[in-house]
C-alpha cells in the first residue's frame, strides 16, 4: 500500500484548503483512514479519520471546520479545511489501516495502529 498526499500550500487566516491522499496498490473499501499533523517543536496530532462504514471522528481542535471524505472507487481520501488559523500549520499526513472488522470506529489516538503512511504536505497559514 501506498500512499501519496497532496494539496497543501499557503493559505490566508480564515481560508480554505483541500488535502488530497491517493492510495495505490490496494482498494480502500476494507481499510479505515486517517490525518494527522506536525507542527516543529510539537507532537503529531490526529486530525480526522474515517471508518469503513464511513463514521468519522475529528479532533477536539477542528471544531467543525474540517471534513474528511473517502472514495473508495478512485482510492482517494480528502482532508477539506476551512476557517484556517495561523495554529493549523503543520504538515500533514494522511495514513491508513485495515480494519479488523465492519464496522470498527477509526481512531486519531493511536496512531500506531495505522500501518501505512503517507510522506506529507506542508500546510502553512499565514497573512
Known amino acids: 500500500v501506498q500512499l501519496q498526499a497532496s494539496g497543501g500550500g499557503l493559505v490566508q487566516p480564515g481560508g480554505r484548503l483541500r488535502l488530497s491522499c491517493a492510495a495505490s496498490?490496494?482498494?480502500?473499501?476494507?481499510?479505515?483512514v486517517g490525518w494527522f499533523r506536525q507542527a516543529p517543536g510539537k507532537e503529531r496530532e490526529g486530525v480526522a479519520c474515517?471508518?469503513?462504514?464511513?463514521?468519522?471522528s475529528y479532533g477536539e481542535f477542528v471544531k467543525d471546520r474540517f471534513g474528511i471524505s473517502r472514495d473508495n472507487v478512485r482510492r482517494t481520501v480528502h482532508l477539506h479545511m476551512s476557517s484556517l488559523e495561523p495554529e493549523d500549520s503543520a504538515i500533514y499526513y494522511c495514513?491508513?489501516?485495515?480494519?479488523?472488522?465492519?464496522?470498527?470506529?477509526?481512531?486519531?489516538?493511536?496512531?500506531?495502529?495505522?500501518?501505512?503512511w503517507g510522506q506529507g504536505t506542508q500546510v502553512t497559514v499565514s497573512s
Open positions: 496498490g490496494v482498494t480502500l473499501d476494507d481499510y479505515a
Open positions: 474515517l471508518g469503513n462504514n464511513m463514521r468519522a
Open positions: 495514513a491508513a489501516y485495515r480494519a479488523r472488522q465492519w464496522g470498527d470506529p477509526c481512531t486519531i489516538t493511536r496512531a500506531e495502529d495505522y500501518g501505512y
